[in-house]
């Protein structure tokens, strides 16, 4: 199938199993609309991409920001609290990609302005059915701030 966006899309995925970052990438693959997809393993990495710091300090802005709650150093919580706080981040829609069904977590993540919430389905078929989602949504139906 052709990628029908002239402009790369461009998503950040903040995610440490090395798994759900591969099946995310290939799901991606199959998508209408072509990515290009920046991998940090942990919420250090993702707020030093974000802010342009350390080894990040080229890093692109992204149009998507796919954020695990479970992560190393600082929690996807932490990080998305950062992303809401700031002026020119706060723009970019945060969509929390968990394993967690924990209402604790859900109320959580909605109350520091997360865009969406998706529970990573167990199943390959259907964790790649719900990129394909966020992907004809997030990239196809919706309109992202430049």
Same mark, same amino acid.
């Given at each position: 199938? &052709?990628? $029908?966006?002239?402009?790369?899309?461009?998503i950040?995925?903040? /995610?440490?199993?090395?798994?759900?970052?591969?099946?995310?990438? =290939?799901a991606? &693959?199959?998508c209408?609309?072509?990515?290009?997809?920046?991998?940090?393993?942990?919420?250090k /990495?993702?707020? +030093?991409?974000?802010? $342009?710091?350390?080894?990040?300090? +080229?890093?692109?802005?992204? =149009?998507?920001?796919?954020?695990?709650i479970?992560?190393p150093?600082?929690t996807?919580?932490?990080?998305?609290?950062?992303?809401?706080? +700031?002026?020119?981040?706060?723009k970019?829609?945060?969509?929390?990609?968990?394993?967690?069904? @924990?209402? %604790? =977590?859900? =109320? /959580?993540?909605?109350?520091?302005?997360? @865009?969406?919430?998706?529970?990573?389905?167990? +199943?390959?078929? &259907?964790?790649?059915?719900?990129?394909? %989602?966020? &992907?004809?949504?997030?990239? $196809?139906?919706?309109?992202?701030?430049?």
């Amino acid at each position: 199938m &052709e990628k $029908q966006n002239l402009k790369l899309a461009h998503i950040l995925l903040v /995610e440490d199993n090395e798994g759900d970052i591969v099946l995310t990438l =290939d799901a991606f &693959e199959e998508c209408k609309v072509k990515t290009e997809i920046s991998v940090v393993k942990n919420g250090k /990495e993702a707020l +030093d991409f974000l802010f $342009q710091r350390g080894a990040f300090i +080229d890093a692109k802005k992204p =149009d998507l920001i796919l954020l695990d709650i479970n992560l190393p150093i600082f929690t996807g919580h932490e990080v998305l609290k950062q992303i809401k706080a +700031d002026v020119v981040l706060k723009k970019i829609p945060v969509i929390i990609l968990t394993t967690s069904s @924990n209402k %604790k =977590d859900i =109320d /959580e993540a909605y109350s520091n302005h997360c @865009n969406s919430y998706v529970k990573k389905p167990l +199943d390959m078929n &259907e964790f790649i059915k719900s990129i394909s %989602k966020i &992907e004809e949504f997030w990239l $196809q139906l919706s309109t992202l701030s430049n």
